[in-house]
């Protein structure tokens, strides 16, 4: 197992490396350039700005500097922003953006499985119903629907929550979280209430559960012992893609709590095609989602020990 933690971490480093070659090429050969949308620019100064940030230089050689800055931590500069470097942005955005997703995606694993374990149990009465109800809204309606609709009867109707906010600043207070976590949890908690329910539905019919039962185990420890165990490991492998997404989907979700996390900045930082701010956002979801899938693999061993990893 040991063998197989070290050789599946050491396995993510050419993987990154792909991604963050890929992504250098697309984004230096897309048209147009950082400074594109400047106002008309003397030749002579765009000549200077290209000299200052080494775009004059082969695209090899950019390439070749840029990895060995990466190598030592340092993503460079921002193209539009000069007083500050990609890691500046980073650093104080991410935090925000990844607590939004880590108490987003834990509300909805704790209500998806619950709401998934009852309907399977419960199924085809009105508590599977309401539940596979809530999921289906959950995964159609988009969430710069759900989000404004909350503002407005929340926020501006009981005014229990400010329409928007943070932590920090002025009306900070961390009721400001409620409204932001529920909008970006509602498609999250529709997808694992869904595969909780199949999952577990499956599972019942299992011939162990039948053995289970047969001995005169009571129904709850059939249930939380032997049932959702097995039950889980759809959910499990689900949860390291979700959880990249959640954090890279949370743009819409930033935009309309004015929630200042790291997904304002890529937007931004693709309409100014500011390339090392694009590529700094992009290696870090990289990595939360390259990280996340090793995590997972580790954590189906720890379910399912049939699994093997020779």
Do not use: C
């Not at 063998?3 to 090429?25: A, C, M, N, Q």
């Not at 953006?97 to 085809?124: C, D, E, F, P, Y």
């Not at 996390?261 to 390339?275: E, I």
């Amino acid at each position: 197992m040991t063998k197989y933690i070290i050789r599946r971490f050491l396995g993510l480093i050419p993987t990154l490396f792909v991604i963050i070659t890929l992504s250098f090429i697309i984004v230096r050969i897309a048209p147009g350039g950082p400074f594109a949308s400047e106002k008309k620019l003397p030749p002579q100064v765009i000549e200077n700005l290209e000299k200052k940030f080494n775009l004059d230089q082969p695209l090899l050689l950019q390439y070749a500097n840029y990895m060995f800055d990466i190598a030592r931590g340092d993503l460079g500069p921002s193209f539009k922003y000069h007083d500050r470097d990609v890691n500046y942005f980073i650093a104080n955005s991410l935090p925000n953006s990844l607590l939004l997703g880590v108490l987003a995606l834990g509300l909805a694993v704790i209500l998806g499985v619950g709401a998934g374990l009852i309907s399977a149990v419960k199924q085809n009465s009105w508590p599977d119903y309401v539940s596979m109800s809530i999921a289906v809204v959950g995964i159609s309606v988009p969430l710069f629907v759900v989000g404004p609709v909350l503002q407005y009867f929340f926020a501006l109707k009981l005014q229990w929550f400010n329409v928007a906010g943070w932590l920090t600043g002025r009306n900070g207070t961390p009721l400001n979280l409620v409204l932001p976590i529920i909008t970006l949890s509602l498609p999250y908690f529709a997808y694992v209430a869904r595969l909780t329910r199949a999952s577990v539905i499956e599972v019942l019919r299992s011939d162990y559960i039948r053995t289970a039962r047969a001995k005169g185990l009571k129904e709850g420890v059939v249930l939380f012992k032997h049932v959702l165990k097995g039950a889980l490991l759809p959910v499990v492998s689900y949860l390291g893609p979700a959880f990249a997404g959640i954090i890279t989907g949370s743009v819409v979700v930033e935009k309309i709590f004015r929630v200042p996390g790291l997904g304002s900045f890529f937007v931004q930082s693709a309409f100014n095609r500011d390339y090392t701010l694009i590529m700094g956002t992009v290696i870090v979801y990289s990595v939360i989602l390259i990280l996340m899938n090793f995590l997972v693999d580790i954590l189906y061993s720890l379910l399912d020990p049939r699994v093997s990893y020779k």
